[in-house]
């Protein structure tokens, strides 16, 4: 005897109804374990509800009654029960199962906090102590570059620091926020178009190279100069190094001077001091 899909498939009501031979049952079982859709099948109708078990019970007892002939036409009742077997394995295995609900105990509801519509207060964990976190706040613009009072107008105390610079938002940075990396300080003013366009290309030339920083500072607050990439900071009343505008000074990795000079005249030996770094 062969035990296939298409013989599991035929003799489906039977096996599920318990009316297979032991010898049959045993090879349909075999079947069944060792493929996919065959299991499939016979899981969903083991799912089905015990009274539609009992249903094909008493079906599979009519279709072994005598057949019954209508207009020309012989039907098995056994045919009409194979197709309600086939409608509810579809519906059972396309249905999917809702996830079990665990009903909670009596005395757990009367535990559970009213849902509060008031929004959460983020908390930030330091040394095991819990504090509210405060909402960044938000800063204000900054003002126009060309509105700014001119640092110029302020003299440099003889106890600046040597360098002290705001970027464009509003923040400080500081010589340390560089150490590591090799500096480039450019002084300009309006009028010294030669040392802004020198400054520009070098910044150009060696702007991918992750160890080289470049700073533009205006000698007063002016605006960023037409068709320029390099950054540009605001003098905060700091030395510079003693550099002047059309000057630059070339730090070192640990924020040393190591070269000073003229954007003009001395551009040629900034440019091949830079290309050894």
């Not at 086939?86 to 079990?100: D, F, N, S, W, Y």
Request: net charge neutral.
């Amino acid at each position: 005897m062969t035990v296939d899909c298409q013989w599991v498939e035929k003799h489906l009501e039977a096996l599920f109804s318990e009316e297979l031979g032991e010898q049959e049952s045993r090879a349909a079982r075999a079947h069944i374990e060792s493929c996919e859709s065959c299991k499939a099948e016979t899981q969903a109708l083991i799912a089905i509800d015990p009274v539609i078990k009992n249903y094909f019970r008493r079906e599979l007892e009519i279709a072994r009654r005598p057949r019954v002939i209508h207009k020309g036409r012989v039907f098995g009742l056994s045919t009409a029960a194979a197709v309600v077997v086939a409608l509810l394995l579809m519906i059972v295995i396309r249905t999917p199962q809702p996830p079990a609900v665990v009903a909670p105990s009596p005395g757990s509801v009367a535990n559970v906090p009213a849902p509060s519509t008031e929004p959460p207060t983020p908390t930030i964990k330091q040394n095991d102590q819990t504090t509210p976190q405060l909402a960044k706040p938000t800063p204000e613009p900054a003002a126009a570059a060309d509105r700014l009072p001119p640092i110029s107008a302020t003299p440099v105390a003889s106890n600046a620091p040597d360098f002290l610079v705001t970027d464009p938002a509003g923040y400080s940075h500081t010589l340390g926020d560089f150490r590591g990396h090799v500096v480039v300080i450019g002084v300009w003013s309006r009028n010294q178009s030669e040392s802004i366009a020198n400054l520009e290309r070098l910044y150009k030339s060696f702007a991918t190279n992750p160890k080289i920083r470049f700073v533009g500072v205006p000698s007063d607050r002016q605006s960023k100069p037409d068709k320029t990439t390099f950054p540009v900071l605001y003098n905060q009343g700091s030395k510079l190094f003693g550099a002047k505008p059309g000057e630059f000074v070339l730090l070192d990795e640990n924020g040393s001077v190591e070269s000073r000079g003229s954007l003009v005249k001395d551009i040629d030996a900034l440019n091949k001091t830079l290309r050894e770094k």
